[in-house]
């Protein structure tokens, strides 16, 4: 499952990155990056919660990438750089299907295939600062997710 995940967070990072550089329709661009990129890949459902969900939450997470690079102005960074933490922090912030040192290593390994030189120890500084800076609120977020999923699951029976 790890190497779908990783596959998936890749497709997702491809979709936002050419969505950011191009524009049109980030449906289409996602549904063309899956099919062309997506082989091996049993369910693009994850791809799916990552790509809209960053999309949905993207001027919050533009915000947080601004709070915590502040030297860099959003226009500077690398578009392959803000794609990948983008998904990051959707991960980080948005999301609790994965615990957040994975979802830092997972940008950071991300960065060091598709980015810049020094673009991982970037990815992981502006990371690891929006981590420490909202640990007890990413921790109250993932209790109150597998609270929903177990009311879910009490549900169904």
Request: charged share 30%; aromatic share 8%.
């Amino acid at each position: 499952m790890s190497s779908s995940r990783h596959l998936a967070r890749t497709l997702a990072m491809q979709s936002l990155y050419e969505w950011d550089f191009r524009g049109g329709s980030l449906k289409e661009i996602t549904d063309y990056i899956i099919c062309e990129f997506g082989r091996g890949i049993n369910s693009t459902d994850f791809t799916q919660r990552l790509v809209y969900g960053t999309k949905k939450n993207l001027k919050e997470i533009d915000k947080i990438i601004q709070k915590c690079a502040p030297e860099w102005p959003l226009d500077q960074i690398a578009k392959i750089d803000k794609a990948i933490m983008r998904v990051g922090i959707f991960e980080l912030l948005f999301s609790s299907e994965v615990p957040p040192k994975v979802a830092i290593n997972e940008a950071v390994e991300i960065a060091k295939i598709f980015g810049s030189e020094s673009s991982s120890k970037f990815v992981n500084g502006v990371l690891g600062t929006v981590y420490r800076e909202n640990e007890e609120e990413i921790e109250k977020l993932r209790k109150d997710q597998d609270q929903e999923k177990t009311k879910e699951i009490s549900k169904e029976k």
